[in-house]
T-cell receptor, first 113, second 112 residues
Framework: EADIYQTPRYLVIGTGKKITLECSQT?????MYWYQQDPGMELHLIHY???????EKGDLSSESTVSRIRTEHFPLTLESARPSHTSQYLC????????????FGSGTRLTVV | GENVEQHPSTLSVQEGDSAVIKCTYS??????FPWYKQELGKRPQLIID?????GEKKDQRIAVTLNKTAKHFSLHITETQPEDSAVYFC???????????FGKGTSLLVTP
């Protein structure tokens, strides 16, 4: 079934560790996004991509980086995790163009201790 | 980015009543207005959307209305049920923008 998949669903790590959150979609969408969301709270755009080799920073200042080497894959990396990074990270994708809704992944809930 | 204001932030209704959530936006070039529903512990899901050439769209118990002159759009849920309880997000897509601008969300509680 065409969908967008995120792994892991839950992650607890120590301060200073490097982590990569995985996001893959099988819908053939060109655009992909990463959002940070505290439970039940607003969505903050941290990175987005128009397609392969395209990456841009969003509105929320973040110490994370992303890459887009393949259309279907858009991983998010934190070089040195801090307790302030504790949050839920949602990946989303959409077709190219302005009038298309997003499909969201199920999210990764990250806790940095 | 565009400022999208969403009201109310919380809404409690009794089962069977109607619920209305309103969003206002600032960029008159915005042309796409989706609504997302996020149940507790789940991903946001698109429930309805409207484009700028349409004033109203309905899908069973939910409807969205758009007033481009006043720059606001609203989600209407009729005959609410407990399973409608969730956080609802409105969004806009500016014509020249790169991503959706989301409102801050409305937490809807439908009590039996």
């Amino acid at each position: 079934e065409a969908d967008i998949y995120q792994t892991p669903r839950y992650l607890v790590i120590g301060t200073g560790k490097k982590i990569t959150l995985e996001c893959s979609q099988t819908m053939g969408h060109d655009k992909m996004y990463w959002y940070q969301q505290d439970p039940g709270m607003e969505l903050h755009l941290i990175h987005y991509s128009y397609g392969v080799n395209s990456t841009e920073k969003g509105d929320l200042s973040s110490e994370s980086t992303v890459s887009r080497i393949r259309t279907e894959h858009f991983p998010l990396t934190l070089e040195s995790a801090r307790p302030s990074h504790t949050s839920q990270y949602l990946c989303a994708s959409s077709e190219l163009g302005a009038n298309y809704g997003y499909t969201f992944g199920s999210g990764t809930r990250l806790t940095v201790v | 980015g565009e400022n999208v204001e969403q009201h109310p932030s919380t809404l409690s209704v009794q089962e069977g009543d109607s619920a209305v959530i309103k969003c206002t936006y600032s960029d008159s070039a915005s042309n796409y207005f989706p609504w997302y529903k996020q149940e507790l512990g789940k991903r946001p899901q698109l429930i309805i959307d409207i484009r700028s050439n349409v004033g109203e769209k309905k899908d069973q118990r939910i409807a969205v209305t758009l007033n481009k002159t006043a720059k606001h759009f609203s989600l209407h849920i009729t005959e609410t049920q407990p399973e409608d309880s969730a956080v609802y997000f409105c969004a806009t897509h500016p014509n020249s923008g790169y991503a959706l601008n989301f409102g801050k969300g409305t937490s809807l509680l439908v009590t039996p």
